[in-house]
């Protein structure tokens, strides 16, 4: 299947002027440095409609396994947009699995948990063809509360998947962190999170929605705010809201369990006595004890007492040397 783009359309002599605009401005410069580069790179960003990269998916899949479609709403500027939260029946209730990475090698798919199980899965696609192998990366995993209980894991960078594990275990931080100001600056603002909802993939990116409720006039008013999946999870696990999964998002994208949770066996362990205290006295300890207790009684001027120690330190190592040599 063809995957259509439909970008905003720019004609020669629009870009011309803007191109010329820029140049304009980059010869004049500004008496702020950071200022006219800054001015540049937004005129850039106007002209050609570039948009960053929401993330990673751990989806290796060619855009024929899932019908994807690239509309000009894909191009956002990040503001809040009026919305409504509707079409209840195309999304899935989610869980956060307390998983920290994954991988896809000779063993098959396998999702790394928190406390070291690995959990092996398979492709729920059966037209998804094999995953390619990938070292183990970071990733949040979340578990779809009907039936099928599919996973939908999403590869993410390491310090979100280290901060939503603290958060899913309610772990007290000492200073707070970028989610724990959001979710303030969002109350400070008069809004209420709602729900988060991952609603698509394009390529290898997906994308997630934070819908906001503000009451206006008596009146309740839904904004939705777009999101990385990684940010929109960490915010909702923290504000306790729902998080939503597309469903065809997640039969075409999901793995199913197909082994049990296990601990993989120490490789190359064979069972060898590990060091440990012998049985019966130790001299070494006894030598400790004399010295430790020798100095402690010269600090605290019990001189008869660091005497006697003394004495009783200097028997005890004539008695040692004379055990070794015999």
Request: proline share 5%; with cysteine; aromatic share 4%.
């Amino acid at each position: 299947m063809a995957v259509t783009l439909n970008a905003p359309v720019i004609n020669a002599a629009s870009n011309a002027q803007g191109l010329a605009a820029l140049n304009q401005d980059l010869a004049l410069g500004c008496s702020n440095t950071a200022l006219g580069i800054a001015k540049a790179g937004i005129l850039k960003r106007k002209l050609l409609g570039a948009r960053p990269c929401t993330g990673f998916s751990s989806r290796h899949l060619s855009p024929a396994r899932l019908p994807v479609k690239c509309g000009s709403s894909f191009y956002s500027d990040g503001n809040l947009a009026e919305d409504s939260i509707q079409d209840d029946e195309n999304y899935i209730n989610s869980t956060v699995l307390e998983a920290v990475e994954v991988k896809s090698g000779a063993d098959g798919f396998m999702i790394t948990m928190r406390d070291g199980r690995h959990i092996k899965c398979e492709h729920n696609n059966a037209d998804g063809g094999h995953l390619p192998d990938y070292a183990p990366q970071p990733a949040i995993v979340l578990k779809m509360d009907d039936d099928s209980n599919l996973l939908l894991p999403i590869i993410v960078l390491e310090l979100p998947c280290a901060m939503l594990m603290e958060a899913v275990r309610n772990i007290q931080v000492a200073r707070p962190t970028v989610y724990n100001v959001m979710k303030d600056m969002i109350e400070l603002m008069g809004y209420q999170p709602k729900l988060v909802r991952i609603t698509k993939r394009v390529h290898e990116a997906y994308f997630a929605r934070l819908y906001l409720a503000k009451d206006e006039n008596g009146t309740q008013k839904i904004c939705s705010l777009d999101v990385r999946p990684s940010d929109a999870i960490n915010l909702a696990v923290r504000c306790q809201v729902p998080i939503q999964v597309n469903k065809q998002l997640a039969y075409c994208d999901g793995v199913r369990i197909v082994k049990e949770a296990m601990r993989l066996p120490l490789k190359g362990f064979k069972g060898l006595s590990l060091d440990r205290p012998e049985s019966g006295t130790c001299t070494e300890a006894e030598e400790f004890v004399l010295v430790r207790s020798m100095m402690v009684a010269a600090v605290e001027e019990r001189y008869n007492d660091a005497a006697r120690l003394r004495d009783q330190l200097s028997k005890f190592r004539s008695s040692k040397k004379r055990q070794q040599e015999a």
